[in-house]
């Protein structure tokens, strides 16, 4: 097992060698004189300002909550167009029924105002 | 394949979407007599569905095998529907408070039952677990509803949370047994299952018992039953008590005696430990709690416990007995439940010893809550005596007396606590006349549970005869 | 007709398994010992993918002609979102109270 899959190991071994061997080496010699400058998350650009983990606002879950249900929505009618010759009009039945609840809770989440941006 | 098999639910849920529609389009003006109207439409629909199938008394299945509809899936489902109605009847006021949202928890209510009534149905481990999660989801949001209130918002998330632990563990097990037999139908692995015990098996067992425990509540998976009934909603309380208990018997007693009576002497033995912790820690614990839905909530535990009893037994007479119990519980706790909500509501409090002089401030609630609480203890002649005498009797005759020693012993124990309340609502003189009158709909819901709590204890013979024939379609 | 390059390693039964075993014990184990109910939430969707290893697993060595295993953890994929859905909509519930997600900090109720 080994002899078949050991040349790929050594490969690997040796690819990663070479690209560390120089970042290493050149940290040994060359002089350090860090500044403000250099030391600047960003060489140019805004300097951010702040922690940078901020929350997100809550209205936001709404839209992730219906993506999420009418995404995997998807997981179904998936298997169903692939298999779509062999399943005939009982399962074309049975998706439309099933497109319309979801149907019937999008109208819902709209008339709600589920939709809107507040 | 036949899609007529599903009617009953499906009246449910189309009952629920018409609610759903009509709220979204009617700008939340929809009246809650007219909310309550269109319910007991559906759940007459569905249950003029039902009554028909079970004077036919043919069982049949559809969807390749996955849904069957017998006797004992009947019984089931008229009793969810029955106790559902009453939920609502008794929900009145409540409703009222849940303004602006009240047309939705209704709705999930009734898909909450369509699902319960899935589950019972269900012969295949795909569609029982599609359908125990849609009932314990919404479930969830039931708890919560008041989600301004922290009790209730907790109550929901902790159900939530410890839900969703249990049905991945449960969802292991059924994986484990998926793999030893190659089956999903629960007769498939029946079939499958010949050799007797293997380690994958009693850990696959041991996994579902987990599962199935949390949703029964039996000890140790018991948790979350008294934080989760009490910062529920009332109304929603009583329902979870009844409805979704009694569906979750329903699936343990089906898949233990459907998919594995090849290792029944296992799980006999663990079931039975299972029904001795439950109503010993149901009971002890329940001594010590001060409110009356804490209290309620390990009395609940408590009767598992004995119910675990009827099923551990097994046998024919025992199933029937299991399913005579589920009946009698059901009206019993409807009954202290619903009065519960109305003197909560009017006392403020749900502490038992705010009840005290009740009979003299509303005579009717206090002797409700006194014989439900007396039917709970098993005192003759309400349902709840003969209940356990089935229960027992099944037990003794396959020698498993030291269980049934253990489940009068809790017995006497429970009197201690149960009429604690009792001795509080009529001895201790009532500290100031509490006003308010009850809504009609909620005394009618009472009457009927009381009603029920008498009629299954004085004709109990008839009813054990009809809960033996539903049992008996289970195993055919 | 094999194919061109057979797999040096073919990843058989026992490798599906202990995987899955393991996701499902890590889950386990996130979800007993944390305190923020988002992890607990992680941890439980890390238990059911853990389950749906095991499902395909078994699927794959039990009958390839029959897919119930595959459809099965199809169906725990959907639930899983919907549990995700309901399980952040009483997050943000009680956050809303509380401004904690800390389950230990939910202690309105206690026995």
New interface residues.
Partial sequence: ?VG??GPIVIAIAIATAFGLLPLFLSGLIIPKMPDRVKNAPYECGVETIGPTSIQFH?RY?LYA?LF??F??EA??LF?WAVAYRHLGL?ALTEVVIFIG?LL?GY??A???GALQWV | MNVAILSPEISLGAAAAVILLAEAFSAGNLSRVAILALATLGIAVSAAFLIPAQLAGVPTSSFSGAFIQNGFTIYFKLLMLMATFLVLLGSGRFLAQAEGRRAELVALVLLTTAALMLLVSSTELITLYISLEMASLSTAFLAAWMKHQERSAEAGLKFFLLNALSSAVLLYGIALLYGITGQTQLNGIARELVGGATPALLLALALLLAGFGFKVSAVPFHMWTPDVYEGAPTPITAYLSVASKAAGFAVIVRVLQTALPGVQTEWVGLIAILAAVTMTVGNIVAMVQTNIKRMLAYSTIAQAGYILVGVAAGTGQGLGAVLFYLAAYTATNLGAFIAIVEIADRTGSERTSDFAGLHARAPWLAFALAISLLSLAGLPPLAGFFAKIYVFWAAIQTGLGWLVLLGVLNSAISLFYYAQVIHHMYMVPAPSPAPGRSLPTLVAGLTVAIAGVFALGIFSGFFMGLAETAARTLTQ | MPPAFPPLYPITLQHGLILGAALFSIGLAGALTKRNSIVILMAIEVMLNGVNVTFVAFARQLEPAVLTGQVFALFIITVAAAEAAVGLALIIAIYHLRHSVQIDEANELQG
């Fill in positions: 097992m078949s899959f809550t879950y909550l999420v249900i995404d995997v997981v179904f298997p009982f609840l019937v109208v819902y709209w008339r709600k």
